[in-house]
């Protein structure tokens, strides 16, 4: 167990808020979460399993926000979720059994990819206004990427949103608001998965957890609000900030 004393409670509840904005609008708030978790004394898989009370709860809510605004597009979710969730079962396995060495180059390499494609070719996380969204089974491309984001996300979580949107908007071309809302159900899915393991291995540590979650929650609830009313331009921009702190934050962490 962590020895939580009030300036520890009140630093948690004060990250949790911004990690539950910055994932819901973009990706990356766990470069804030995951580091307070370990500095907490928790080591690194604990801290990677206890992040994932919080990320369950602000993508319930955050999904049922964008639902609640008619951003969240369904028809197609169940071919998705068959990648994610495949994705899903083995990132949780090899993150709670595998040594976490080599999360770091993982993370610094996506996020890195990510900043260049934005600034190179930022249509392939924006597509232009009118375009129609694709099908899973019309294309076949999306499947190995949203097995990766599954994978990845079940696996390491921080940075997922990124990868998410590459998939989604890039490779599925749902528009930027859109692919936020079903980036943040996606999350729920294989988050979902990784915490079931996560609890059999018995390395959760709930109070931590459930002290993120409980803001985590309200900052998604914030973050719905601005992504649905925010300009497409202005949430790219957003997107490519938070892709370089979290370079930033996966170098120093």
Excluded at 190 to 199: D, G, K, R, S, Y
């Amino acid at each position: 167990m962590v020895e939580l004393e009030p300036v520890s409670i009140i630093a948690l509840l004060a990250l949790g808020y911004f990690a539950g904005i910055i994932n819901t609008l973009a990706g990356g708030g766990s470069n804030l979460t995951l580091p307070a978790l370990m500095v907490l004394g928790m080591p690194a898989d604990i801290a990677n399993a206890t992040n994932r009370v919080g990320i369950l709860m602000q993508t319930l809510w955050g999904s049922r926000s964008f639902h609640h605004h008619g951003q969240l597009p369904l028809q197609d979710f169940k071919s998705i979720l068959v990648p994610l969730s495949v994705g899903g079962v083995l990132g949780g396995l090899a993150a709670s059994f595998a040594p976490q060495a080599y999360l770091k180059p993982v993370l610094l390499l996506t996020m890195v990819s990510m900043s260049l494609i934005i600034l190179v070719k930022p249509a392939v996380v924006m597509p232009p206004p009118g375009t129609e969204p694709r099908r899973v089974a019309d294309t076949p491309a999306s499947w190995p990427m949203l097995f990766f984001s599954g994978f990845y996300g079940s696996f390491v979580q921080a940075g997922v949103g990124f990868v998410l949107i590459m998939a989604l908007a890039g490779s599925l071309r749902y528009d930027l608001v859109k692919a936020n809302a079903l980036k943040v159900l996606c999350s729920l899915g294989f988050t979902a998965i990784a915490l079931t393991i996560f609890v059999w291995r018995d390395q959760v540590n709930w109070l931590p957890g459930l002290i993120l979650a409980s803001t985590m929650m309200i900052g998604a609830h914030h973050g719905v609000k601005f992504a649905v009313k925010a300009n497409p331009n202005s949430l790219k921009w957003f997107l490519f900030i938070m892709t370089v702190c979290g370079c930033a934050a996966a170098l120093i962490f």
